[in-house]
C-alpha cells in the first residue's frame, strides 16, 4: 500500500501534534506536586499571617526556605526516578535558585520604592507576580498554567477588594486551595 504525499503530509502532522500534546502532558505531571506543595504553603503562611501579625516575616521566611528544601528534594527525587524535568542540567538548581532570588529582590525593590505597604498589600503582591509567572509560562506550554495564573490573580485581587478585612484567611483558604487543586489538575492529565 502506498501513502500520497497529502496522506504522509497528514500523518506527519498527526505524529507531531501528537508529540507537543504529550510534552505538554509531562510537564504538566512535572509540575504538579510543586503546584500542590506550595499551595500547601500559601494555606499555612497566610493563615499564621492572619493570626499572628507579628510574626509573618519570620514565618514566611521559614515557609519559603522549607519551600525550597522541598523543591529541591522533588526534583532530585524525580531525576532518581528517572523523571526528570525536560531541560534539566546541573545547572537547572542554581538557575532556579538566582530566578528565585531575582524575583524575591525585585519584590523588595518595588516596596522599597514605592514605601510602606501595609500587610495585605505585600500579601496580595507577590501573588500577583506569581499569577504573573504562571501565566507567561501558560502561554508558552500549556493552557493549563495560563488559567492557574488567571485564577491566582483573580482570586487575590477579588479577595484584596471585596473582603480586605479577611484577606489573609481568603488567601490561605481560596489562594492555596487554588494551588493544590490546579496541581492535581495538572495530575489528571
Given at each position: ?32 506536586p510543586f ?29 519559603t526556605l ?124
Open positions: 500500500m502506498t501513502l500520497s504525499s497529502d496522506q504522509a503530509a497528514e500523518s506527519l502532522k498527526e505524529i507531531d501534534r501528537t508529540g507537543r500534546r504529550s510534552a505538554q502532558a509531562y510537564g504538566y505531571a512535572n509540575a504538579s503546584f500542590v506543595m506550595w499551595g500547601v504553603i500559601w494555606m499555612i503562611g497566610y493563615t499564621g499571617s492572619d493570626l499572628y501579625r507579628h510574626y509573618a516575616n519570620l514565618l514566611w521566611t521559614v515557609l522549607a519551600g525550597l528544601a522541598g523543591t529541591i528534594v522533588i526534583g532530585r527525587a524525580r531525576a532518581r526516578a528517572g523523571q526528570p524535568h525536560p531541560g534539566i542540567n546541573h545547572y537547572a538548581g542554581i538557575r532556579f535558585l538566582t530566578t528565585f532570588l531575582a524575583v524575591g529582590v525585585f519584590i523588595a525593590a518595588t516596596f522599597a520604592i514605592f514605601g510602606h505597604a501595609t500587610g495585605e498589600q505585600q500579601a496580595a503582591f507577590t501573588p500577583l507576580i506569581v499569577a504573573l509567572a504562571y501565566a507567561v509560562v501558560g502561554i508558552w506550554k500549556g493552557p493549563r498554567f495560563l488559567v492557574t495564573g488567571i485564577a491566582v490573580a483573580a482570586l487575590t485581587l477579588g479577595g484584596f477588594f471585596l473582603l480586605h478585612q479577611h484577606f489573609m484567611l481568603w488567601m490561605a483558604a481560596v489562594g492555596g486551595s487554588a494551588l493544590v487543586l490546579a496541581g492535581l489538575w495538572l495530575r489528571a492529565v
